[in-house]
Nanobody, 115 residues
Framework: QVQLVESGGGLVQPGGSLRLSCAAS????????MGWYRQAPGKQRELVAEIFNTGSPNYASSMKGRFTISRDGAKNTVYLQMNSLEPDDTAVYYC?????????WGKGTLVTVSS
């Protein structure tokens, strides 16, 4: 079993920044990728960004340039730096990890962008 613990959400004004963190713990053989998805009210969950154990990132096209994903392999932790936040970025952000051919999800952290 793998547990994912997210942190870093909150309320931020438009144009502001937030940094999300997600740490994976438990017993596993191979962690292939970690990433972030988000779900806004009334919308489907969508990919924000993911990063593979090679360090190679993949971004949703609308997030490129504003969001940066990074990882600390030694800590099994993934980060999402979000800059120039807009009200449309308001959503619950979920951490995802693909481990030993299984998808794991965190409980989510709420990001609210509002003045």
């Amino acid at each position: 079993q793998v547990q994912l613990v997210e942190s870093g959400g909150g309320l931020v004004q438009p144009g502001g920044s937030l940094r999300l963190s997600c740490a994976a713990s438990g017993t596993f053989f191979r962690l292939v990728a970690m990433g972030w998805y988000r779900q806004a009210p009334g919308k489907q969950r969508e990919l924000v960004a993911e990063i593979f154990n090679t360090g190679s990132p993949n971004y949703a096209s609308s997030m490129k340039g504003r969001f940066t994903i990074s990882r600390d392999g030694a800590k099994n932790t993934v980060y999402l730096q979000m800059n120039s936040l807009e009200p449309d970025d308001t959503a619950v952000y979920y951490c995802n990890a693909y481990v030993d051919d299984i998808d794991y999800w965190g409980k989510g952290t709420l990001v609210t962008v509002s003045s």
